[in-house]
Structures are given as structure tokens and as C-alpha cells.
């Protein structure tokens, strides 16, 4: 699923909400804030360092970018651009230990999400 696909779903979500449960529309209105976030504003990095590191709780955001205010900063978080992943194509040959078959196919794909630069957080 691509971004602008899945703005559309959202989109549809939201405008039909009578034929989704509340929190599933409430979750296509985050999503969406999410998709269509903008910067608001532009921060210099040694700035934002200092506020993480704890030297102070206050950083000075400006309107536009510049060779040093270059990090954008939302008031959405905006939502990373969707990946395609290619899933390996599964052969049909599992051999005599089923289990052992889908283990290994398991395995394929966590591997394809992984080369993808997407993290496996449960296995």
C-alpha cells in the first residue's frame, strides 16, 4: 500500500463512518493528520541537540530553511513514505516436515521486510 493509497482509504473512512466502528475512523483521522502533515517551521540541529542533551528545554524555530535551520518541525507527525516489499514467491514445495517448510518461509520474508530497511519487531 502506497501513501496516496493509503490516504484514500483513509479519506473513505472518514467520510463513510457510519459503515466503520468509532475507533477505526478516529484512527483514519490520525493517520490522514498524519499523511497531510507540513512543516510549520525550520530548526537548527545544534539547537534541538542542546534541548534532547537537556542543556536547555527551549529551541528557536523559523519560517523558512537555511544552511543551518534545516530540520523540519511539525505540529503532525507525519507519516514515513510506504515501501513496496517483494515477498518471496512461496514454491509449494515444503517438503516432508510441514512445520520446517513454513519456518523457512517465515524466515523468507522477515528477510525480504529486512532488506526492505523495514524493522521485524516480533517474531
Known amino acids: 500500500m502506497t501513501n496516496q493509497q493509503l490516504k484514500a482509504h483513509c479519506e473513505d473512512v472518514i467520510a463513510n463512518p ?17 499523511l497531510e502533515a507540513v512543516p510549520v517551521a525550520y530548526a537548527d540541529a545544534k539547537a534541538i541537540m542542546r534541548m534532547l542533551d537537556g542543556g536547555t528545554r527551549f529551541f528557536t524555530a523559523f519560517p523558512g530553511t537555511s544552511k543551518t ?29 510441514f512445520w520446517l517448510g513454513e519456518m523457512n518461509m517465515r524466515s523468507a520474508f522477515i528477510q525480504s521486510i529486512r ?7 516480533s517474531l
Not at 18 to 34: E, I, K, P
Not at 115 to 121: D, F, I, L, P, R
Open 18 to 34: 457510519q459503515d466503520h466502528l468509532d475507533w477505526v475512523v478516529d484512527m483514519a483521522r490520525v493517520a490522514l493528520a498524519s
Open 115 to 121: 532488506a526492505a530497511g523495514y524493522e521485524v519487531k
Open 69 to 97: 535551520k534545516s530540520i523540519p518541525v511539525f505540529i503532525d507527525v507525519p507519516v514515513p513514505e510506504l515501501k513496496p516489499i517483494e515477498l518471496p514467491k512461496e514454491t509449494g514445495q515444503i517438503g516432508n516436515d
